[in-house]
C-alpha cells in the first residue's frame, strides 16, 4: 500500500465519520417525521444522488454490466439482497436512535465497531496488527468489559451495530465489485421498500404539507447521506480492514458530543469507565495512524530514484485506467 493510498483512505475515513455525526443532529430538523418515515426518505433521496455519483465517475458501464449479471445470477442477486439488508438495518437504526434517546447506545455500538472489525480482520483475514493497535484494541476492551460488569448486558441498538456491520463488510469484499456500483445496486435495492412504507405511512401527504422538507431538507438528508456512504466504502477499499475498523473510533467520538452537547441526552460519571478506554484507544489510533503515514513516506522516499519514477508512472496509469473505467 503506497502513501497516496494510505492518506486517501485516512482522508475519506475521517470525512464519512464527521458526516454521520452531522447527520445524526440532522434528523432534529425533520420533524414531524419519525424514525421509519425519516430511513426512507433517505433512501428515496439517497438514490439519485448515488446514480448521480456513478455517472459523474463513468461508472455507467460497470453498473449496466453489473445489473445484466444479476438478472442471470440468482445466488449474486441473494448476495447482494443480504447485504442490501444488513445495509438498510443500519441506515434505518442511525436516525431512530436519536429521536427515541438511544442515541448514546447507538454511539456504543459504533465503539464497539472498530473492535469486531479489528478482530475480524485480525483472525478471518489474517492482517496483522502492531503495538499500538493491540494497545487499543486493549483498552478498548477494557471499556467493554466495564459496560458489561455494570449492565451485564448491552442495549439492542448497541447489538444492532456491532454484529451488523461485520458480515456486511465480509460479503461486499467477497463480491469484489467496485465500491461505488455496489452502493447503488443495494440503495436500488432498498428502495422499492422505502415506497411502500411511505405510501403505507401516509407520509407523501404529510411531506407535501411542508414545502421545507420536500424542497429543501430532505434533498439535503439524502446529499449527506450520499456523500458519507460513498465516502465511508470507498475508505474501506484503500485501506486494510483492522486500521479501517480503529479509523472507527473517530465517528462514535464524534456522535457521544452531539447526544450530549447538542441533544442533551445525559451522560452519568458511570458512564466514563465505558468510554474514558475507548477515548484513550481513539488516541492510540490517531499516534497509529500518523506513525504509519510517515513510515510510508520514509519507504517512499528510499527508493532508488529509477523505482520511484517507475512506481509513480504505475500508479499514475493505474488512476488513468480507473477513470477509463
Known amino acids: 500500500m503506497n502513501q497516496h493510498d494510505l492518506g486517501r ?19 432534529k430538523w425533520l420533524a414531524p417525521l419519525d424514525g421509519l418515515d425519516i430511513f426512507a426518505w433517505r433512501i428515496v433521496w439517497t438514490l439519485p444522488g448515488a446514480l448521480a455519483l456513478v455517472a459523474l465517475r463513468s461508472r455507467w458501464p460497470q453498473l449496466c454490466a453489473l445489473v445484466s449479471k444479476l438478472a442471470k445470477t440468482p445466488q449474486l442477486l441473494l448476495a447482494f439482497a443480504v447485504a442490501a439488508a444488513l445495509l438498510g438495518l443500519q441506515l434505518w437504526i442511525f436516525p431512530w436512535a436519536p429521536l427515541h434517546g438511544r442515541a448514546l447506545e447507538v454511539s456504543l455500538g459504533y465503539f464497539l465497531l472498530p473492535l469486531a472489525m479489528v478482530l475480524l480482520g485480525r483472525f478471518h483475514y489474517g492482517e496483522r496488527l502492531d503495538g499500538f493497535q493491540w494497545a487499543g484494541v486493549a483498552v478498548a476492551a477494557a471499556g467493554v468489559a466495564h459496560e458489561l460488569i455494570v449492565t451485564h448486558a448491552f442495549a439492542w441498538p448497541t447489538l444492532v451495530v456491532v454484529l451488523g456491520y461485520p458480515p456486511y463488510f465480509v460479503i461486499r469484499r467477497r463480491l469484489n465489485a ?16 422505502a415506497l411502500i412504507m411511505l405510501f403505507v405511512r401516509g407520509s407523501f401527504a404529510e411531506v407535501a404539507g411542508a414545502p421545507h422538507l420536500w424542497l429543501l431538507i430532505l434533498p439535503g438528508l439524502g446529499a449527506l447521506s450520499t456523500v458519507a456512504l460513498a465516502s465511508y466504502l470507498r475508505a474501506s ?22 447526544a450530549v452537547l447538542l441533544l442533551g441526552e445525559p451522560f452519568s460519571a458511570r458512564q466514563l469507565g465505558t468510554y474514558v478506554p475507548i477515548w484513550i484507544a481513539v488516541v492510540l489510533t490517531g499516534v497509529h495512524s500518523a506513525r504509519l503515514l510517515m513510515r510510508t513516506r520514509s519507504r517512499e522516499a528510499a527508493l532508488p530514484m529509477s523505482e520511484h519514477h517507475a512506481s509513480v508512472e504505475h500508479e499514475t496509469v493505474a488512476e488513468e485506467v480507473e477513470r477509463v473505467e
Open 9 to 27: 483512505g485516512i482522508a475519506l475515513s475521517v470525512a464519512a465519520s464527521a458526516l454521520f455525526a452531522l447527520m445524526s443532529c440532522y434528523t
Open 237 to 258: 477499499r484503500h485501506l486494510p480492514l483492522a486500521f479501517f475498523g480503529i479509523l472507527g473510533y473517530v465517528e462514535p467520538v464524534l456522535l457521544v458530543g452531539v
Open 178 to 193: 467496485d465500491p461505488l456500483v455496489s452502493f447503488a445496486v443495494e440503495i436500488t435495492l432498498i428502495a422499492p421498500v
